[in-house]
Structures are given as structure tokens and as C-alpha cells.
């Protein structure tokens, strides 16, 4: 299992600003992922984070929009840049540390652009 | 690809009656299953997985879940809801064999009636 510290866990953001979501895993793990939950749908996976390497985007994220850090084995950060109010959203992160796809999550990080 | 179809976007039962939630997937491969709790305010929470072991699997507070392949099916039940049910559930097809990520349904909102 996995215990994962994500702050904040709220914040109103005025547009054009930037937000940095952090995410602290009590224990390594290689993978570390970011989501996005949008009012009311599932989760959407933004980018996978690989500690030494640039973070995987899925197709629709940019790393200009959305960067990421992987500094070491337990900790990431996502940006939301140049936020508009479209990006408000639930943000989560999530490790896997015994693969397969059973996931443990943050709180979550819920944002309201105005 | 992998893909999970949930029906209901919204299901009402009440105290102490069955709950049926429904999930069919779609996977060229055998697939790892998840069903996830997402209380108010949360995170997500992993109430149980298939691992294409045992077809019938129990989870946690009470839940369990049947792998039908002939019916691509893993729908989730309990047969007794408790108020402290109500919150979100979402199903989800994990990685298998290779790099396919963790890829969730729409999700449905149980709600509870006294």
C-alpha cells in the first residue's frame, strides 16, 4: 500500500496565474501519475511522472500547460499555468507501487478558476 | 484498447436493500479489474480487484464483485446498503500485459434513502 500526502487541497486561482500541486508517497515508487476530474466525470489521466526523465503527457496535456517535476522517488509537483476557468477541476495523484493498476490516491487538490 | 462502460450515472436504493452496480468492460486481453470509492471531498479508495483469480471477489464493507467474461461483465453489489454507502463508484480496467493505463468508467453516484 501506499499513503499519499497532496496539498493544497483547495484554492481559488485568479485566470492567468499559476497553481503548483504537491504530492509526497511515504515510500519509492518508480511511477507517479496525475489526474484530472472534471465537475461530475470520471478521471482523466494527464502525464506520467518518471523520477530522472521528462514526464509522459497523454494526448489532449502539454507540457507548457501542465508541468511536472519528479525531483526523487516520493515526490512530484503538477502546474496548472496560465489557468483559465475550464481548468477547474479535481486534480489527483496516484501511484501504483505494486503495478497492475490497483492505485492508491491523494485527496485530491480542488480548483476554481475565476 | 481497454474500456469500461458503467450504467447509471445515478442510482438510488434504500437502508438495508440490495445495491447493484453495474460495469462492462471491453479488453483484447484478460483483463485486472477495479471497482473504487470516491467518499465527498476524497480521494479514491480501492474497495476490490480482480486479478483473474477467483471470479467472485469480496472487497471491503461488504462489497463483491463477479468476473462474468461471458458477459464482460464485473458488476458490484452489496446486500444490505448502509448510509455510509453513498459517495461514488467508479470501475476500472488496469494494466495488463504490457503499458496500457489504468482506464476508468464514468462512475456512479449512490445515493442512499433513509
Known amino acids: 500500500s501506499a499513503v499519499i500526502s497532496q496539498k493544497p487541497s483547495r484554492d481559488i486561482c485568479q485566470r492567468g496565474t499559476s497553481l503548483t500541486i504537491q504530492c509526497q508517497v511515504d515510500?519509492?515508487?518508480?511511477?507517479m501519475f496525475w489526474y484530472r476530474q472534471q465537475p461530475g466525470q470520471s478521471l482523466t489521466l494527464i502525464a506520467t511522472?518518471?523520477?530522472?526523465?521528462?514526464?509522459?503527457?497523454e494526448s489532449g496535456f502539454v507540457i507548457d500547460k501542465f508541468p511536472i517535476s519528479r525531483p526523487n522517488l516520493t515526490f512530484s509537483t503538477l502546474t496548472v499555468s496560465n489557468m483559465s476557468p475550464e481548468d477547474s477541476s479535481i486534480y489527483l495523484c496516484s501511484v501504483e507501487p505494486g503495478g497492475l493498476g490497483e492505485a492508491f490516491f491523494g485527496q485530491g487538490t480542488r480548483l476554481t478558476v475565476v | 484498447a481497454q474500456s469500461v462502460t458503467q450504467l447509471g450515472s445515478h442510482v438510488s436504493v434504500s437502508e438495508g436493500a440490495l445495491v447493484l452496480l453495474r460495469c462492462n468492460y471491453s479488453s483484447s486481453v484478460p483483463p485486472y479489474l477495479f471497482w473504487y470509492v470516491q467518499y465527498p471531498n476524497q480521494g479514491l479508495q480501492l474497495l476490490l480487484k480482480?486479478?483473474?483469480?477467483?471470479?467472485l471477489v469480496k472487497g471491503i464493507n461488504g462489497f463483491e464483485a463477479e468476473f462474468k467474461k461471458s458477459e464482460t461483465s464485473f458488476h458490484l453489489t452489496k446486500p444490505s446498503a448502509h448510509m455510509s454507502d453513498a459517495a461514488e463508484y467508479f470501475c476500472a480496467v488496469g494494466r495488463n500485459f504490457g503499458n496500457e493505463k489504468l482506464t476508468f468508467g464514468t462512475g456512479t453516484r449512490l445515493t442512499i434513502i433513509p
Open positions: 515510500s519509492q515508487v518508480t511511477m
Open positions: 480482480y486479478t483473474s483469480a477467483a471470479t
Open positions: 511522472a518518471n523520477q530522472g526523465s521528462e514526464a509522459t503527457y
